[in-house]
């Protein structure tokens, strides 16, 4: 069974940093990409960051691009998100999904 679990949100000050966690299980990391998502109130869903299966090719929205990185660690079967130079428009829930599969999301909250 496929399962993922977020961590990592918190509050922060514009221009601060987080780093979210996403635990997995059943699956590999060369079968398929995982991806980060994002979903503020009233807005649509967003794709923020996206690592893929095989070599690990990383693919950013122009929202993120030059802040956040995508990593995972295999051994540890969890992919992180690296958020700098936060910003209020970054607030969201952030989710990882694999294969259509997401976790149940972890609330970033940047003040100004």
């Known amino acids: 069974e496929v399962q993922l679990v977020e961590s990592g949100g918190a509050l922060v000050q514009a221009g601060g940093s987080l780093r979210l966690s996403c635990a997995t299980s059943?699956?590999?990391?060369?079968?398929?990409?995982v991806g980060w998502f994002r979903q503020a109130p009233g807005k649509e869903r967003e794709g923020v960051a996206c690592?893929?299966?095989?070599?690990?090719?990383?693919y950013y929205a122009d929202s993120v691009k030059g802040r956040f990185t995508i990593s995972r660690d295999k051994a540890k079967n969890t992919v992180y998100l690296q958020m700098n130079r936060l910003k209020p428009e970054d607030t969201a829930v952030y989710y990882c999904?694999?294969?259509?599969?997401r976790g149940q999301g972890t609330q970033v909250t940047v003040s100004s």
């Open positions: 999904e694999y294969n259509g599969v």
């Open positions: 059943g699956f590999s990391y060369d079968d398929y990409a």
């Open positions: 690592i893929s299966s095989g070599h690990g090719d990383t």
